[in-house]
């Protein structure tokens, strides 16, 4: 892998409604991911994540700003005109897991817990 990569996550010309749902269901679902995320966090150490708590906030202010948009937007009778880019890049090297052998062999995580784990 290149040190950067970018991938094009949405790009196209949607009604309001079709901007609803593209945005609304990746904005729900970064939702969820950081709602269980929390939950696991008090779970397993009696507190939420501090980076969960902050993101969730974020994704909550972002979730309406879309949604007033689409509000207005949409008496309008104009299409959206929607790209998205994610840029990727390598971080710092990760420590290894304790116990390792707890995790399943590499090429054995089904796909739906892969969109779990998102």
């Known amino acids: 892998m290149n040190s950067t990569e970018n991938v094009k996550l949405i790009n196209g010309v949607f009604t309001p409604d079709e901007a609803k749902e ?14 269980m995320r929390n939950f ?7 507190e939420p994540d501090p980076a969960s708590t902050k993101r969730l ?3 909550y202010k ?11 937007v949409n008496t309008s009778g104009h299409k959206l005109v929607i790209e998205s880019m994610v840029h990727i890049q390598l971080g ?8 390792p052998s707890s995790l399943p062999p590499q090429g054995e995580i089904k796909e739906q817990e892969l969109i779990q784990l998102w």
Do not use: C, P, W, Y
């Open 57 to 59: 906030a974020e994704l």
């Open 62 to 72: 972002s979730r309406e700003q879309v949604l007033a948009l689409l509000d207005r």
């Open 22 to 35: 593209v945005l609304l269901t990746l904005l729900n679902h970064k939702i969820n991911f950081h709602r």
């Open 40 to 46: 696991s966090s008090e779970e397993r150490l009696g």
């Open 92 to 99: 710092e090297k990760m420590e290894l897991a304790e116990n």
